[in-house]
């Protein structure tokens, strides 16, 4: 009988506490856990990429607020950013899987709206990740015009459309190439994109006030305390629209959720890589605030009407002049490059979380492991190709193409209020996972849905108050178009989701249901689980 327990016992190896935990939640172990805790940690602080993200959204903070918004704009809206990541931290503590959100939104809310919550929660997130991915690589593309303006003589080189979207092109498909290989060189490079984006905060903030020149230097009186307001808005709303350059930065907090499967004691691992990403971005994003309100000189219309085009190219031009300028502009790229990868990596995870569960067109097709590299590499191309079809819209208009750095973050709000507002404003056994705040947890979450539902309402703003159609903000007008097919497809007659959708689907063989039932006592039924995170 030992004899034969053990070789019972090497066809079928128990399963790690991992893949224990992702059996209650439904589904089977597919991607190889190869992420440690330290470099889900590291993907999730360089998908915020705090430098190459300020430089991206400075233009917010400069016109409304001057020095002033940029510091203390950041520091009030820091506090906030981490009251949603503690909120999202414990749901992820609870049930840590690549589908995420609208697995949450699934199983905490009222089963007579579950399945649309969930619907529009899994759009909302997949709209969320691959439109950060064409606003990461239009950045970078607009960086990179950049260094070529910094190399010339007269800063007076232009870029057309045709030659941007080239740009822009590259960039997607040579992103789309590299994070086509295994999780095990995927996990690995978060140690290099880490170490870079880690360098790169502690050169501005250290090195760039030690290489500006003394006339260049602005008084602590200015650099804390002057408002400019170039915008044309009241003041205090002014202010609060400097909020947008924090909340563009550090946003994203999902990111390290649709690695879950990927990575090693993901119930720990997964929220503690949320917080710190947070805590560590607020803390050396704010400190590099700090460094260019003392360093970018007292001309701030100067600073945001360059002909560098970028305000931080002009300011490290400013300081370290041309040949230092340029070095550390190239370095600052590298980074945003990074960045982008690790968002068409994590998009790529949730499109496939929502194509296991059969939600997304052509989902018989993304819901499939390349046999290869073990990761799923049709599902990295289908983001790939959306984002070429998004970077478009540069055709269309700037403001058109702007809107899509807005509607990262508008719809990334819509995806995490439903499922934080769930937990609460339904009937539910939430059972907290490792990582839980107790008696904080309601009045945290109060907070971050409020300030979310407040700061959406924001961003449906435009730049100023004097505006044409051409330079109206239309971030409402695409995240409405793309929620407006969302919801046509659901309700579609005969064909929508409201005929077929029941929101995550158990993948798991009977057999593997029995083994864990039996050894391990941890399945149960559908109906069940629907009940529970």
Request: aromatic content about 14%; some cysteine; glycine content about 8%.
């Amino acid at each position: 009988m030992a004899t034969r327990a053990s070789a019972i016992s090497k066809l079928h190896p128990q399963p790690s506490a991992d893949e224990t935990t992702l059996a209650e939640l439904g589904y089977k172990q597919e991607f190889h856990r190869e992420f440690t805790p330290l470099e889900v940690s590291g993907l999730a602080f360089s998908y915020i990429g705090v430098v190459p993200s300020i430089v991206s959204v400075l233009f917010y903070a400069i016109p409304n607020g001057g020095p002033f918004g940029m510091v203390w704009g950041w520091a009030i809206a820091c506090p906030f950013i981490m009251c949603i990541g503690l909120a999202m931290a414990e749901l992820a503590s609870a049930a840590p899987t690549s589908g995420g959100l609208y697995y949450w939104t699934y199983s905490l809310a009222s089963p007579r709206c579950r399945n649309f919550l969930s619907w529009i929660v899994g759009y909302s997130n997949t709209i969320e990740t691959i439109t950060g991915v064409a606003s990461v690589n239009w950045a970078c593309a607009i960086q990179i015009t950049a260094a070529i303006r910094i190399a010339s003589s007269d800063q007076a080189y232009t870029t057309t459309n045709k030659q941007l979207y080239g740009i822009y092109a590259a960039l997607v498909l040579s992103h789309a190439v590299l994070v086509s290989f295994g999780t095990k060189v995927l996990a690995r490079l978060q140690r290099l994109y880490t170490l870079v984006n880690a360098c790169l905060c502690f050169i501005v903030i250290i090195a760039l006030p030690i290489a500006t020149p003394p006339d260049h230097r602005n008084s602590a009186s200015f650099a804390l305390g002057d408002f400019t307001n170039l915008a044309g808005w009241p003041s205090g709303f002014a202010f609060i629209l400097s909020f947008m350059a924090p909340l563009y930065t550090i946003g994203g907090y999902d990111a390290s959720v649709h690695m879950s499967e990927e990575a090693s004691n993901a119930a720990t691992a997964i929220p503690w890589a949320i917080v710190s990403s947070i805590a560590v971005s607020a803390v050396l994003g704010w400190g590099i605030n700090v460094s260019l309100a003392f360093c970018m000189g007292t001309d701030v219309s100067g600073v945001l009407s360059s002909p560098i085009g970028q305000p931080m190219a002009q300011i490290l031009y400013s300081s370290l002049g041309q040949r230092k300028a340029l070095a550390l502009w190239c370095l600052i790229i590298s980074a945003e490059y990074m960045v982008a990868s690790n968002c068409l990596l994590v998009g790529s995870r949730q499109t496939f979380a929502f194509a296991r569960d059969g939600a997304l067109p052509f989902s018989r097709y993304l819901y499939r492991m390349n046999r290869y590299t073990g990761t799923p590499v049709n599902t990295v191309w289908f983001d790939a190709v959306c984002v070429l079809l998004i970077g478009l819209l540069s055709f269309v208009s700037t403001e058109a193409i702007n809107a899509v750095f807005s509607i990262a973050v508008t719809a990334s709000y819509i995806a995490f209020i439903t499922p934080i507002t769930t937990r609460f404003a339904f009937k539910n056994n939430f059972k907290p996972g490792p990582f839980h705040l107790g008696k904080l947890s309601f009045p945290v979450a109060v907070i971050a849905v409020v300030w979310m539902v407040f700061m959406i309402t924001v961003f449906f703003f435009p730049a100023t108050p004097q505006t044409t159609t051409q330079e109206m903000n239309y971030t409402v007008v695409v995240l409405g178009g793309f929620m407006f097919l969302a919801i046509s497809w659901y309700y579609c007659p005969v064909y929508g989701g409201v005929h077929w959708f029941n929101g995550p689907i158990s993948n798991l063989t009977p057999a593997i249901r029995g083994e864990n039932r039996d050894e391990d006592s941890m399945s149960e039924e559908k109906e069940q689980r629907d009940g529970d995170v």
